[in-house]
């Protein structure tokens, strides 16, 4: 059974950095698409960036040059540094193995993906 758990979230200034992480247990990260989602208080969850297992990857148009995902599948970790954090950003950001990693963030989902219980990044002065 697919499991991850986040950890990295935290309180950080605008124009700061933060590195979340994703371990994934019960699977071999290797062979799965993984994605990072979040939910900012009073909104829709939406997709914020993807990666499938050939290393290629997605981003919302939002933290484009922003943020960037990548994996470490001897750790079976995947981690999204976030640069240039804004208010905006504030949210609980979820991991999610086994999405669907293409383009569009619309169509990620799938009712095979494997969430994690969320980390809060909380972006203010």
């Known amino acids: 059974q697919l499991h991850v758990v986040e950890s990295g979230g935290g309180l950080v200034q605008p124009g700061g950095s933060m590195r979340l992480s994703c371990v994934g247990s019960?699977?071999?990260?290797?062979?799965?698409?993984m994605a990072w989602f979040r939910q900012a208080p009073g909104k829709e969850r939406e997709g914020v960036s993807c990666?499938?297992?050939?290393?290629?990857?997605h981003y919302v148009d939002s933290v484009k040059g922003r943020f960037t995902i990548s994996r470490d599948n001897a750790k079976n970790t995947v981690y999204l540094q976030m640069n240039s954090l804004k208010v905006e950003d504030t949210a609980v950001y979820y991991c999610?193995?086994?999405?669907?990693?293409?383009?569009?963030?619309?169509?990620?989902?799938?009712?095979?993906?494997?969430w994690g219980q969320g980390t809060l990044v909380t972006v203010s002065s």
């Open positions: 999610a193995a086994n999405v669907e990693c293409m383009a569009n963030p619309d169509y990620w989902i799938n009712p095979d993906i494997a």
């Open positions: 019960g699977f071999t990260l290797d062979y799965y698409a």
């Open positions: 990666i499938n297992s050939r290393e290629g990857t």
